[in-house]
């Protein structure tokens, strides 16, 4: 089963960008669909924007535009881009991964990202 890290996480101010990494481990993510989740307090999680192993991505409404996700599979990393933050963009932001065959969904430990003035 493969192990998922994410990084990049902080706070920033409306308007800023941060990149979120997700290394993984155990196993090559090239046999995986990909996605980026967040989960705001009170809320339930959501999907932010997935890539499938061909390349296909999809994006949630509210970040279609800001947001972009990419894959890297020879360095076993996801990446998520989040340009023009906005305060409602705040949550803890976690790295997901689907086995192509055995659809057995992975998870990581989760990233704080904060969009405040």
């Known amino acids: 089963q493969v192990q998922l890290v994410e990084s990049g996480g902080g706070l920033v101010q409306p308007g800023g960008s941060l990149r979120l990494s997700c290394a993984a481990s155990?196993?090559?993510?090239?046999?995986?669909?990909l996605g980026w989740y967040r989960q705001a307090p009170g809320k339930q999680r959501e999907l932010v924007a997935s890539?499938?192993?061909?390349?296909?991505?999809n994006y949630g409404d509210s970040v279609k535009g800001r947001f972009t996700i990419s894959r890297d599979n020879g360095k076993n990393t996801l990446y998520l881009q989040m340009n023009d933050l906005k305060p409602e963009d705040t949550a803890v932001y976690y790295c997901?991964?689907?086995?192509?065959?055995?659809?057995?969904?992975?998870w990581g430990q989760g990233t704080q990202v904060t969009v405040s003035s």
């Open positions: 155990g196993s090559i993510i090239s046999v995986y669909t």
């Open positions: 890539i499938s192993r061909a390349g296909s991505t």
């Open positions: 997901n991964a689907k086995h192509a065959f055995t659809r057995i969904d992975s």
